[in-house]
């Protein structure tokens, strides 16, 4: 079974400021791994996702994300965030089996301040 | 297309009551799937489904119940609804093993159990 912690519950940060939030995995198997935005009173949408290649991936936005398997880790990374980037960030695992089911952590709110 | 599309959109039922909320989709996917979101708690699979005519517990099953009768449809049942079943409710599809791992969420159904 795969488990998912997101270090930091919440995250204020001044526009225009670097952002990184923390995501932690745990898996007994190889994993897929995603991080998911939900906007104030909206669905979550994908930011990106790794599957597998290079551990640097671009997702929408500006935001990217590295994977470390040695340090079973996927932090997502922004370097200079907008007002507009407020919301509530999810990080997810999918094992590699395809049951295509995902884990989510408990969320980071990420807020954005003028 | 609509993508994936919630009804309703917001429900208040009273204790022991029953209600059922319908997922729709117009992407020919095959997965779809029933979460929960409540603060702190990140999203928890109540069911999914793999296909028309299946369905599988997820993490939270207790107290709900699903059907597929039709593909690009995806209801969830309370029989007898619980203060505790007060959450936002999403459904999200995806692809057979095509777009590994990428859902695609609804808009939420906020329900309240007094």
């Known amino acids: 079974a795969q488990s998912v912690t997101q270090l930091d519950s919440q995250v204020p940060v001044f526009e225009e400021a670097p952002v990184e939030l923390r995501c932690n995995y745990s898996?007994?198997?190889?994993?897929?791994l995603f991080w998911y935005v939900q906007y104030p009173n909206q669905g979550l949408q994908l930011l990106l996702k790794?599957?597998?290649?290079?551990?640097l991936v671009k997702g929408i936005n500006g935001f990217e994300a590295e994977f470390n398997k040695s340090q079973t880790s996927f932090h997502l990374r922004k370097p200079s965030v907008h007002i507009s980037d407020t919301a509530e960030y999810f990080c997810?695992?999918?094992?590699?089996?395809?049951?295509?089911?995902?884990?989510f952590g408990k969320g980071t709110k990420l807020t954005v301040n003028p | 297309n609509a993508g994936v599309t919630q009804t309703p959109k917001f429900r208040v039922l009273k204790t022991g009551q029953s209600m059922t909320l319908l997922c729709a989709q117009d992407?020919?996917?095959?997965?779809m799937y029933w979460y929960r979101q409540d603060p702190g708690m990140g999203l928890r699979l109540i069911h999914y489904?793999?296909?028309?005519?299946?369905?599988a517990k997820g993490e939270v099953p207790d107290g709900y119940n699903v059907s597929r009768l039709k593909k690009q449809n995806f209801l969830l049942g309370l029989e007898s609804a619980a203060p505790s079943q007060t959450s936002v409710y999403f459904c999200?599809?995806?692809?057979?093993?095509?777009?590994?791992?990428?859902?695609?969420f609804g808009p939420g159904t906020r329900l309240t159990v007094l």
């Open positions: 992407m020919n996917h095959e997965y």
């Open positions: 997810a695992v999918s094992d590699k089996g395809g049951s295509e089911k995902l884990v």
């Open positions: 790794y599957l597998s290649g290079s551990t």
């Open positions: 489904s793999v296909g028309e005519g299946t369905t």
């Open positions: 898996s007994s198997v190889s994993v897929y």
């Open positions: 999200a599809s995806s692809y057979f093993l095509k777009k590994v791992g990428e859902q695609f």
